[in-house]
């Protein structure tokens, strides 16, 4: 079976040729590697070029500028003609020699295998928000991986085309095809220290990684279906703010009262404005969920 293996390459010099030599030590001559360049400044991109010269199996292409991780993913996904894909780290932290034991337990059947950084090589200070995260992602997505954003994976043909990623979505890919229906299993993989180059990735990753669960959690819940997130939030505030009012116009029209000072009164418009405006909201997000095509998966 011919294997692509897909590389994300963002400012990883010195760990390219290395990289490269491990991986055509494993190799078969009838495999391909796809180098995605994420828009280099550090020569990255004329090293691989380099490499695909003498090598016809290296498939280099390269961004003119930085789209991120989840982005040269995609087009390396778009580019795979094996029928394994296997993506993998330029950094050298993931080991070459893991790709045979990737390529046995997708033979078992699964859509999906994803490494598990069992002795992860990382400081504490990234472990240990990792493990929040995944905890996390694994309540909220129902995924069976411990590690579900480890960059070394292995799909079968059908389950790399069918991944849809923008942005940073690539830390939940599990999460996205199992929800497609996708199976999916986890290997123990070998993991090394960073040598050479800096992780691109700082702490803002917290943050960024928490709203994109978020998204992940709304798109796979109520992608196709977005009144019914907002609506209920909508007519909750409208009847509250309707009822306020219904009070606040009894006590004006028929006790007399002035209503003017009545902070009441702030608060029953503004539910009845928001409430309008969820409404709205949802009634758009149907719109657009009507004017795009939902991509289903055959078996
Ligand atoms: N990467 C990329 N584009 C980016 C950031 C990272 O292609 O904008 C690549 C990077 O070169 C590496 C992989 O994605 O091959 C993982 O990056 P890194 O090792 O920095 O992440 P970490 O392992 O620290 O999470
Ligand atoms: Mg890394």
Known sequence: M???????????????????????????PKD?????DDGST???????????????????????????????LMEGFSRAKGSIVITMDADLQDDP???PKFVAKLNEGFDLVSGWKFSRQDPFTRRFPSRVFNWLTRALTHIPLHDA????????????????????????????????GFTMAEIKINHRR?????????????????????TVKFLTTYGRRPLHFFGPIGLVMFVVGGAISAILAYDRLVLGQAIGGRPLLLLGVLLLVLGVQFFSLGFIGELISRATEEKRELK
Not at 6 to 28: C, G, H, M, S, T
Not at 32 to 36: D, G, M, P, R, S
Not at 58 to 68: E, I, S, T, W
Not at 150 to 171: D, M, N, P, S
């Open 2 to 28: 011919k294997l692509s293996i897909v590389i994300p390459v963002y400012n990883e010099r010195q760990n390219i040729e290395p990289l490269a030599k491990e991986l055509f030590a494993v190799l078969d």
């Open 32 to 36: 391909e590697v796809i180098f995605i």
């Open 149 to 180: 954003n480890c960059g070394f994976k292995a799909y079968t043909k059908e389950a790399a085309k069918a991944v849809k990623i923008q942005g940073e979505l690539h830390r939940y890919i599990p999460s996205l095809l199992a929800w497609q």
């Open 42 to 72: 550090d020569g990255s991109y004329e090293a691989l070029k380099e490499i695909a010269r003498k090598r016809p199996n290296v498939v280099v292409a390269g961004f003119r500028r930085n789209y991120g991780k989840s982005a040269a």
């Open 194 to 214: 960073r040598l050479h180059g800096t992780s691109k990735f700082g702490t803002n990753r917290l943050v960024r990684g928490f709203l994109d669960l978020l």
């Open 97 to 99: 020699k893991e790709i």
